[in-house]
Each structure stands twice: as structure tokens, then as C-alpha cells.
Antibody, heavy 124, light 112 residues
């Protein structure tokens, strides 16, 4: 049974870079897409972006200029970096496995496995 | 971007009674292949979201059959045939037909 675990600092200063890692256990990171999603306090869900195990990425246009997602298949991990953070980036950050395919046929069924989430607060 | 709306945003329900949540999109969610990529998620208090239904009406493994999804085009519905205490939480619809994927604002279900 695949499990995901987020890790990283819970407090980040304004204007700095938020960095989180998601470790995949119980299965291989290969052959899947992996996403980051966030949830500000008391609010709804926002998809940040995904990465394929091969390294190809796609980001939400609303965050694209500040987001980098990378993968390390040797460690079965993928990571999120969000630069120039402000208080508006305070949220619970989730990693998840995405059921998506663009080729040869398209489908998008959303996230079928989620991590427990990690709270990141942006404050000086 | 496609805008997802849900109604109601808050839904007090009586145990054992049915519940229905509406989800609407600002554009048709029918993809060029004829499929409709509308998914539903449940988030219980203090927990991560969990997918309940994908592609409008397909229940995930382990999801009780009291949950059902239906709809087409721009109008979709999640129904709970008989609400149980464990169904308390926030329900989100999510579209995957248009880029970027996006969630609705959520509907909070609690017990009267």
C-alpha cells in the first residue's frame, strides 16, 4: 500500500523559499504523476503542480513563476520549492499521487493517494 | 480558468436521511474524447482529503455504496443516500478536463 509523507520546515520567513519533500513508501515513484496541493487555514484546496517520474512538470499558472517541483527516483522522493513567500502562502501542504495521463490517451481522475499534510507558516 | 461552484456551501443533515451536493462548472467538462473528468473528494475533520468518485460516477475502492455521483456537461451531483456520522466533513468537486485542474469551494456537511 503506497504511503506518502511530507517533510520540511514548519516556519519560513517572508521573501524566503519554502522547501518540502514527499517520500513515497510501499511502492515505486515510477510510472506515476505526483502532485502538490495546498490548503490555507479554513479555506479550500489549490493544486500547485505535478511532476512525472521522468522529470516533466506542469504548474498552476497562478504560481508558476515561483514554483519548482523536482524528483529523485533513487530516493523515491519528490520535492516542492516555492520562492518569495508571503503570509498568503501559509497553508497545509499535501503531496499526492495523481491519476493522470496525457499520452497515448488522456484521462485525469485526480489524486488517489494523499500524504497527511504538513503545516507551513510564513512569518518573521 | 474553469470556475467550479458548489451549493449549498453548508449542509446540515439528519442521520439516516439523504443529502445532495451540487457542483457546477463555468464550461462544459466533456473532453474531446467524450469523457467527463469530474471527481469528488471528502475531507473529514482533521484529515487529508480522500477521493470518493472519479469520472463523474465511478466509486473508489472501499467507498460505501451510499455515495453516488451523477451529472453531465456543467451540472453534477454527489448524493449520500443515508447520512451516517462518519460522513461529516467537507466535500469538494474537482475538474480535470481543462487546464489547470481546479477544485470547487467545498460543501461542509454536518449533523443537525
Amino acid at each position: 500500500q503506497v504511503q506518502l509523507q511530507e517533510s520540511g520546515p514548519g516556519l519560513v520567513k517572508p521573501s524566503e523559499t519554502l522547501s518540502l519533500t514527499c517520500t513515497v513508501s510501499g511502492g515505486s515513484i515510477s510510472s506515476y504523476y505526483w502532485s502538490w496541493i495546498r490548503q490555507p487555514p479554513g479555506k479550500g484546496l489549490e493544486w500547485i503542480g505535478y511532476i512525472y517520474y521522468s522529470g516533466s512538470t506542469n504548474y498552476n499558472p497562478s504560481l508558476k513563476s515561483r514554483v519548482t517541483i523536482s524528483v529523485d527516483t533513487s530516493k523515491n522522493q519528490f520535492s516542492l520549492k516555492l520562492s518569495s513567500v508571503t503570509a498568503a502562502d501559509t497553508a497545509v501542504y499535501y503531496c499526492a499521487r495523481d491519476q493522470y495521463s496525457s499520452s497515448p490517451t488522456y484521462y485525469y481522475y485526480g489524486m488517489d493517494v494523499w500524504g497527511q499534510g504538513t503545516t507551513v507558516t510564513v512569518s518573521s | 480558468d474553469v470556475v467550479m461552484t458548489q451549493s449549498p456551501l453548508s449542509l446540515p443533515v439528519t442521520l439516516g436521511q439523504p443529502a445532495s451536493i451540487s457542483c457546477r462548472s463555468s464550461q462544459s467538462l466533456v473532453y474531446s474524447d467524450g469523457n467527463t473528468y469530474l471527481n469528488w473528494f471528502q475531507q473529514r475533520p482533521g484529515q487529508s482529503p480522500r477521493r470518493l468518485i472519479y469520472k463523474v460516477s465511478n466509486r473508489d475502492s472501499g467507498v460505501p455504496d451510499r455515495f453516488s455521483g451523477s451529472g453531465s456537461g456543467t451540472d453534477f451531483t454527489l448524493k449520500i443516500s443515508r447520512v451516517e456520522a462518519e460522513d461529516v466533513g467537507v466535500y469538494y468537486c474537482m475538474q480535470g478536463t481543462h487546464w489547470p485542474p481546479g477544485f470547487g469551494p467545498g460543501t461542509k456537511v454536518d449533523i443537525k
